[in-house]
T-cell receptor
Framework: DSGVTQTPKHLITATGQRVTLRCSPRSGDLSVYWYQQSLDQGLQFLIQYYNGEERAKGNILERFSAQQFPDLHSELNLSSLELGDSALYFC?????????????FGSGTRLTVV | GENVEQHPSTLSVQEGDSAVIKCTYSDSASNYFPWYKQELGKRPQLIIDIRSNVGEKKDQRIAVTLNKTAKHFSLHITETQPEDSAVYFCAASIPNAGNMLTFGGGTRLMVKP
């Protein structure tokens, strides 16, 4: 157990639907990062939150949005889903400031859009 | 922003041989370079990292080297075993950028028994 909790582990939904992915960071980490990994692809950075505020944005579609709550958990909302959104979505956390350390990744949510 | 390139994209070696994966980065301010191993369907896991004040770091069969002048760093795996088969990602981080890591595209390592 990495200490980063992602739910659900698997999600199957139909095109056009909306889903919410949840991430609880490791205790003490203030920063949360969301990544998308399609089949046989690399880690595509979506968005970063630090202590409740958006800090950096990557290749995140307008149909996707995220937020980080006061208890530091984060949610990634994916709407108007398309077949191409099927992927593994990882959340990672880090302290977010000061001395840099590597991220700790959660186990991911596998999203299948049918 | 930072750009990290990783080569090769796939690497096949015989069990017992060594494997080397190379990454280059663009921002000379980068000062932290982790490596992640991702087994099929699992989360990326940090296996080794190096900071810019160090040229080499070793941990059993894995080692990482850093050449700041050339802006490249490499992962070396010696005496490869079938369980080393995975996708490996390098990354780089710039100070004062919120711990943001920029990842390379990944290398699929296959170790043949």
């Amino acid at each position: 157990d990495s200490g980063v909790t992602q739910t659900p582990k698997h999600l199957i939904t139909a095109t056009g639907q909306r889903v919410t992915l949840r991430c609880s960071p490791r205790s003490g980490d203030l920063s949360v990062y969301w990544y998308q990994q399609s089949l046989d692809q690399g880690l595509q950075f979506l968005i970063q939150y630090y202590n409740g505020e958006e800090r950096a944005k990557g290749n995140i579609l307008e149909r996707f949005s995220a937020q980080q709550f006061p208890d530091l958990h984060s949610e990634l909302n994916l709407s108007s889903l398309e077949l191409g959104d099927s992927a593994l979505y990882f959340c990672a956390s880090s302290v977010g400031q000061g001395v840099i350390y590597g991220y700790t990744f959660g186990s991911g949510t596998r999203l299948t859009v049918v | 922003g930072e750009n990290v390139e990783q080569h090769p994209s796939t690497l096949s070696v015989q069990e017992g041989d060594s494997a080397v994966i190379k990454c280059t980065y663009s921002d000379s301010a980068s000062n932290y370079f982790p490596w992640y191993k991702q087994e099929l369907g699992k989360r990326p896991q940090l296996i080794i990292d190096i900071r810019s004040n160090v040229g080499e770091k070793k941990d059993q069969r894995i080692a990482v080297t850093l050449n700041k002048t050339a802006k490249h760093f490499s992962l070396h795996i010696t005496e490869t075993q079938p369980e080393d088969s995975a996708v490996y990602f390098c990354a780089a981080s710039i100070p004062n950028a919120g711990n943001m890591l920029t990842f390379g595209g990944g290398t699929r390592l296959m170790v043949k028994p």
